[in-house]
């Protein structure tokens, strides 16, 4: 009398051959061939286009080319364990998979066999028979006592039958199916509780660590916040569920795709005041390179998360372990299938500018900063929104006809050749005039030769869309009079440098940081630049060459660049540089500066040592500065300077805000909204270049968007330009400041120069 035992569907309820074969695999990697088809098949016979016979002939096929099979068999079984001890009396097991598999730890447990018999050589089976017709080979063998098999599953047998599910038997079919509903709800219970207490402790992070406490509180007052945030979490753990068969693995894959997203979310905001779009995914070797700047320490709040979340782990991994799977592959698919249909009906959730615009939590930050509408929202949420502008997004009603018939009203106009004028923009790294806001007490005059030069300049404020980062944003409106917000060409556009070198300039320019940084190596060539240098290919050939680079070197080596042109060249001349020199952070505790330049006052030290080493290096630029317009100023050649910051420095904590809030620096309200987003320009020309453009370029500009930067050069010295210029100039005229507004719609003639600006972006340009 012997019990009988299905094998694989009551005794080990992994897939054996996918273990076996991933077993085989990490020892033999050779057997990589054999994944692509595993995988073919396996979705063939799942959605019943090929039979079980072919599907197993395939799924075994990797035996034929195992070495050693029979050692490679044996060292599989040796730490494997059955779901439960066969007992009490002789077994036999039935089982569909190969004879030679089974035999190691049949002989283990002195158990006998009937399985199919499998020619590895050849990759089938001799002859493959499903249970039933091995049930009646076995009773030719032995006489059985009782037979084991999943419930609703077992073979018809007239026997005394028990029903295994998660290890346990059971002598009643309905505690049997009872057990396993059971166990399915608490499988599902596990993981979408497990899900959302995930995503809460993840909202615990997603605000800037001096306001997390109140902002964490604020989110439970919206359960749109709540489940807007949790729904991603939940989707991922049921999906991998789904996929892997296991609620541990479930719970690893979740915790690790979005805990470390939250983790590098948190770090931004506490060092950048910016969070993780999802236009960062693009640039994840900047975010590297610049967290190496840091230092970075893990918080009191972040260590106590992460001993939870891998206590959490372990424990579900406990409880859970060789539990709760689904047996039937169909059902798993079906399952993945279901998901599937709430992620594709989710996008439109994430998608929703009405939702989103409708959630307003902005007791405890500004609704006029970027970071903080996000921050308004939780982590996931926000997140997950920024995928629908991580590419341009074309205007409301954007038609391309209107815009091609925008353009088509203005006609392009070359310079004229005595217009031709050299031109020297250069961007400073977080460059501002604190003097501008009353607030600093200097004990040295900072900003006297910047002053000075504005009396003999055409000088404004730019109105930028970012503070204390985002310098693309900045740079790449000015290099393409774009208002919309880029997230970065991938090939060649439109631009006032590639519009410059068809009127015969060369163009050229230098970042003394690394070419890849805001992959400016690429950008820069979609843009149209001649040559552009970096550290790379420049200024880290030079002897003892290290980061950072200051604008001693970037400075003088702008001029030496234009000597070097202009001695072996008539072409005119366009050179854009950006300056590395004053990038935060700003040192709390080691004195850069070797004189105070404002004094301490109510500053802490801390918030002291930020606002002086800032200072320290925004004098040095200035002097810079005045050396280079009195070098050109005594050119025989017609030169125009143009400078300008990219945004204001982030200076201290709290997001960059304390030492300006420590100062009485406001930025709330409209004032607040423009001391938050101006930085000063200048436009300084030399005597020859105010004789060829028959203007003096000396007094207030006024407050302009930085796409509007270059229109004032072609504007005031009347110099030309192409469609998009002119309509650019009448834009400018209607309203220099709309692309930053806040206020209202877009007028209906901007609107068509909005729409002019996203068809000249889109429009493919060869390099």
């Known amino acids: 009398m012997k019990q009988f035992i299905v094998f694989e569907r009551a005794l080990y309820t992994d897939t054996l051959d996918t273990r076996l074969y991933r077993y085989c695999l990490l020892r033999q990697f050779g057997l990589i061939k054999f994944l692509l088809s595993r995988l073919l098949y396996g979705f063939l016979h799942g959605v019943g286009a090929i039979d079980d016979a072919k599907f197993y002939d395939m799924r075994w096929r990797f035996l034929g080319a195992v070495k050693k099979p029979d050692k490679r068999i044996r060292g599989f079984w040796k730490n494997r364990k059955l779901a439960f001890r066969p007992g009490w009396c002789e077994t036999l097991w039935i089982s569909r998979m190969p004879a030679m598999v089974l035999k190691p730890v049949a002989e283990f447990y002195g158990a006998v066999v009937t399985a199919n018999n499998y020619d590895a050589e050849r990759g089938i089976f001799l002859e493959f028979s499903d249970y039933s017709e091995l049930y009646r080979e076995a009773v030719k063998i032995a006489k059985p006592l009782e037979l084991i098999d999943a419930p609703g599953r077992y073979v018809a047998s007239g026997l005394t039958m028990r029903y295994a599910v998660d290890g346990k038997l059971y002598s009643s079919q309905r505690a049997a199916d009872n057990r396993r509903r059971l166990g399915i709800a608490a499988g599902f219970a596990i993981l979408i509780i497990s899900a959302a207490a995930l995503s809460i402790l993840e909202l615990y992070f997603a605000p800037t660590p001096n306001i ?46 979005t805990f470390v997203p939250s983790m590098v979310n948190y770090y931004k905001l506490i060092l950048r005041d910016d969070p993780l779009m999802a236009s960062d995914l693009s640039y994840f070797a900047e975010m590297r390179t610049m967290a190496a700047r840091y230092s970075i320490v893990p918080t009191k709040a972040v260590i106590a998360a992460v001993i939870f979340i891998v206590a959490a782990v372990i424990f579900i991994g406990a409880i859970t372990a060789r539990r709760y799977r689904i047996r039937r592959g169909l059902s798993r698919a079906g399952g993945i299938v279901v998901v599937l249909c709430i992620a594709l009906i989710s996008v439109n959730l994430y998608s929703s500018d009405a939702i989103y615009d409708s959630i307003s939590n902005y007791e405890f930050v500004s609704q006029w900063s970027d970071t903080g509408r996000y921050i308004s929202r939780g982590f996931a949420y926000p997140f997950l929104y920024s995928f629908k502008t991580a590419d341009l997004i074309p205007p409301d009603g954007y038609s391309e006809e209107l815009a091609a018939k925008y353009l088509n009203n203005h006609a392009d106009v070359d310079i004229p050749a005595e217009k031709k004028v050299n031109i020297i923009a250069v961007m400073l790294e977080s460059f501002t005039d604190l003097s501008v806001y009353g607030k600093v007490n200097f004990s040295y005059d900072v900003y006297k030769k910047w002053h000075a030069l504005q009396k003999e300049s ?58 890849w940084f805001y992959n400016r190596e690429n950008v820069n060539e979609y843009m149209g630049f001649d040559d552009y240098y970096y550290f790379e290919n420049r200024y880290g050939l030079k002897p003892n060459a290290a980061m950072p680079i200051g604008d001693d070197e970037l400075f003088k080596d702008i001029i030496n660049m234009y000597e070097e042109h202009v001695t072996n060249s008539t072409e005119p001349y366009f050179n854009f540089s950006v300056t590395y020199q004053n990038h935060g952070p700003y040192d709390t505790n080691v004195k850069w500066f070797t004189r105070e330049y404002a004094a301490q ?52 904590s709290n997001g960059g805000e304390s030492v300006y809030a420590s100062l009485g620096i406001s930025f709330e309200g409209e004032a607040g909204f423009e001391n938050y987003y101006t ?57 220099p400041l709309l692309p930053q507004s806040r206020l209202g719609e877009v007028e209906e003639p901007y609107r068509e120069f909005l729409y002019a600006a996203y068809y000249r972006r889109k429009m493919r340009i060869e390099n």
């Open 458 to 515: 055409y000088n404004g404020r730019l109105l930028v869309n970012v503070f204390a980062a985002g310098t693309i944003n900045t740079e790449w409106a000015f290099l393409t009079g774009n208002p919309l917000k880029d997230t970065g060409p991938r090939s060649g556009i439109n631009s006032y440098v590639r519009y410059l070198s068809g009127q015969g300039y060369k163009t050229e320019g230098s970042h003394p940081s690394y070419k």
């Open 601 to 652: 006052g109510k500053l802490t030290k801390e918030e002291y040592y930020v606002l002086n080493n800032y200072l320290w290096g925004v004098a040095n630029t200035v002097d810079n500065i005045d050396a280079t317009v009195k070098y050109f100023a005594d050119r025989g050649e017609p030169v125009v300077l143009i400078f300008f910051g990219d945004h204001n420095p982030a200076l201290g």
């Open 212 to 257: 997390r406490r109140v902002m964490f509180f604020s989110y439970f007052r919206d359960i749109r916040v709540l489940g807007l945030n949790a729904l991603p979490f939940v989707i991922i753990a049921l999906m991998t569920y789904f996929l892997t068969n296991r609620i541990w693995k479930s719970a690893v894959i979740t915790t690790v795709v």
């Open 679 to 735: 930085t000063p320009y200048l436009i300084y020309a030399n005597d020859a270049a105010k004789y060829a453009l028959e203007y003096d370029f000396v007094g207030s500009g006024g407050m302009i968007s930085p796409c509007f930067l270059m229109n004032k050069l072609f504007d005031l010295g009347r110099m030309g330009g192409d469609s998009f210029i002119f309509a650019a100039n009448q834009a400018m005229k209607d309203n």
